[in-house]
Each structure stands twice: as structure tokens, then as C-alpha cells.
């Protein structure tokens, strides 16, 4: 078996933390049990981005679940993601869908789904949540049955 986990880069060695959006930082590893679905969650409780307008920092908590196929994400490469979005400036929106498309190119999940549980600034919070299930497959389903279930309240 191809055991590519050999070569990640990030994991065991010292990582500087990227100042700028940097996707190039994730890695995958070969899962060990393409045979079966399970779930594999993520929360990054100290996520930050800023403002694409005032250049303020937003804070959230981000959540992400997927179901992996042949690739996993590696998690110290995933920190390193997502602190790399400290000085990135987007929409609360638009950083769960970016997110979510990067790990797709990444990784090829069977299903995917992240949402940004965004802190409160003027009044209003803002928790977005996307998801994707692989074209054709019951995952498809499965993201349009979640997204209709969706009630974060």
C-alpha cells in the first residue's frame, strides 16, 4: 500500500505560520479505510479573517465534518490553513465556501460540510454553512437532505 503520509512536510517539524491566504499548506494522507464511511470532524474554536471592507478582524469558530474517500486532510496542515486566513479579507460567507472548495480540490471527500459560527459585531452574528456530496452518489443526497434539515437554531 501506497503509504503517502511519509511525505507530509508540516507534520513533526517546526511550521512557520503563513501571513497570507495560503492553500498551498494542506496535505493528504492515503485513508487507511476507504472500505467504510465514517465521519471525521474539525473545529478550529480561534478562527480568524478580516473584513474585506473595514479591515477589522472577524472571529469564529469553524466546524467541518466530511466523509473521507481515498485522501484525508492532514491536521496540522489544516491549522496552518486556517490561520492563514488572519489577514485575508471575506466575506463570512465566502471564507466557509472557500474553505470547503479547497478541501474538496485536496481531498475528494465523498461529503463534505463546514460552517462558520461567526461572533457577533453591530448586534448581528453570521453562521454560514455550506456542504457538497459527490455528484451521482447517495452523498448527493445526503448534502440535500442535510441542507434541507439544516436548523442552527
Not at 492553500?23 to 479573517?49: I, K
Not at 496540522?76 to 488572519?86: E, G, H, T
Not at 485575508?88 to 480540490?105: A, Q, T, Y
Not at 448581528?124 to 441542507?147: C, D, F, W
Request: proline share 8%; aromatic share 12%; glycine share 6%.
Amino acid at each position: 500500500m501506497d503509504r503517502t503520509q511519509d511525505n507530509l512536510q508540516s507534520l513533526g517539524h517546526k511550521a512557520d505560520i503563513p501571513s497570507t491566504y495560503a492553500p498551498e499548506v494542506l496535505e493528504a494522507f492515503d485513508n487507511q479505510h476507504p472500505d467504510r464511511d465514517y465521519w471525521v470532524l474539525f473545529n478550529c474554536p480561534e478562527f480568524t479573517s478580516l473584513c474585506p471592507i473595514t479591515g477589522q478582524p472577524d472571529f469564529a469558530e469553524i466546524r467541518i465534518r466530511y466523509i473521507p474517500d481515498r485522501r484525508m486532510v492532514e491536521s496540522k496542515s489544516l491549522k496552518l490553513y486556517l490561520f492563514s486566513f488572519r489577514n485575508h479579507g471575506d466575506f463570512h460567507e465566502d471564507c466557509v465556501n472557500i474553505i470547503m472548495n479547497d478541501l474538496i480540490r485536496l481531498m475528494d471527500p465523498r461529503y463534505i460540510e463546514v460552517v462558520g459560527l461567526f461572533v457577533p459585531r453591530g448586534g448581528i452574528s453570521i453562521h454560514p454553512y455550506v456542504n457538497y456530496g459527490r455528484p451521482g452518489t447517495r452523498y448527493e443526497q445526503l448534502a440535500a437532505k442535510r441542507m434541507d434539515d439544516y436548523h442552527p437554531f
